[in-house]
């Protein structure tokens, strides 16, 4: 047991659409990712993803509206709903997902991580 330090953790990268795992528990693992501009659409078949604003602002688009979020606030995205985070001005962020959860679904893109790192 240890206690995590979020801005701490944030300074030791500045990679952006590259999820870094700070922790896991039951199955699960605790992410921070920096994001900037558009990811992917994409959707997790299996799993649902938790998105939590640390700093700056996310826009979590659907095929039907859009959510924007701002620091402190958190959004739970249902297992096979597509989506697409959007964060126009930068945002960093905490996911909680399952550790089977694949960063972009189904979709295969350049900014894929299909290995994420432990910081």
Same mark, same amino acid.
């Given at each position: 047991?240890?206690?995590?330090?979020?801005?701490?953790?944030?300074?030791?990268?500045?990679?952006?659409?590259?999820?870094?795992?700070?922790? +896991?528990?039951? @199955?699960?693992?605790?992410?921070? +990712?920096?994001?900037?501009?558009?990811?992917?659409?994409?959707?997790?078949a299996d799993?649902?993803?938790?998105?939590?604003?640390?700093?700056?602002?996310?826009?979590?688009?659907?095929?039907?509206?859009?959510?924007?979020? @701002?620091?402190?606030?958190?959004?739970?995205?249902?297992?096979?709903?597509?989506?697409?985070?959007?964060?126009?001005?930068?945002?960093?962020?905490?996911?909680?997902?399952?550790?089977?959860?694949?960063?972009? @679904?189904?979709?295969?893109? +350049?900014?894929?991580v299909t290995?994420?790192?432990?910081?």
């Amino acid at each position: 047991m240890n206690v995590l330090d979020l801005q701490q953790k944030l300074s030791l990268f500045d990679a952006k659409w590259t999820p870094k795992i700070i922790g +896991a528990l039951n @199955g699960q693992e605790v992410k921070l +990712a920096k994001l900037e501009g558009e990811f992917v659409w994409h959707s997790h078949a299996d799993e649902d993803e938790l998105f939590l604003v640390l700093e700056g602002e996310l826009i979590l688009r659907f095929r039907d509206r859009e959510e924007t979020l @701002g620091v402190g606030q958190m959004l739970i995205v249902p297992r096979g709903v597509e989506h697409q985070p959007y964060a126009p001005k930068g945002a960093s962020v905490l996911l909680f997902e399952p550790a089977s959860t694949a960063h972009t @679904g189904e979709v295969v893109d +350049a900014r894929t991580v299909t290995d994420p790192e432990w910081i």
